[in-house]
């Protein structure tokens, strides 16, 4: 079993910045994919951010150039850090990984819990 645990959200004013953190503990041999998702109220769920072991990042329009996607292999933690945020930028923000258990075994999805971002004077 893998938990992921978000963390590093909070309240910034527009033109901030802030790093949400997302912690990946248990079983894990390695993270496939990891993906940054958001939902703002009466809104879908979003891709934002995706990042796939040997591929470059990608990112979503609204936030291309402002985001980006970093791994710290070591400690299973990726970061998304996010600059010139933008009240349109609110909203709760979910990690989403596949994660391999074993060298030659399946995948597995897991989500964390969510960390809010509010961007507001």
């Known amino acids: 079993q893998v938990q992921l645990v978000e963390s590093g959200g909070g309240l910034v004013q527009p033109g901030g910045s802030l790093r949400l953190s997302c912690a990946a503990s248990g079983s894990i041999f390695s993270i496939e994919t990891l993906n940054w998702y958001r939902q703002a109220p009466r809104k879908e769920r979003e891709l934002v951010a995706s990042?796939?072991?040997?591929?470059?990042?990608n990112y979503s329009d609204s936030v291309r150039g402002r985001f980006t996607i970093i791994r710290d292999t070591v400690r299973n933690t990726v970061y998304l850090q996010m600059n010139g945020l933008k009240p349109e930028d609110t909203a709760v923000y979910y990690c989403n990984a596949n994660i391999r258990h074993s060298r030659y075994g399946p995948t597995s999805n897991y989500w964390g819990q969510g960390t809010q971002v509010t961007v507001s004077t």
């Open positions: 990042d796939t072991s040997g591929n470059r990042p």
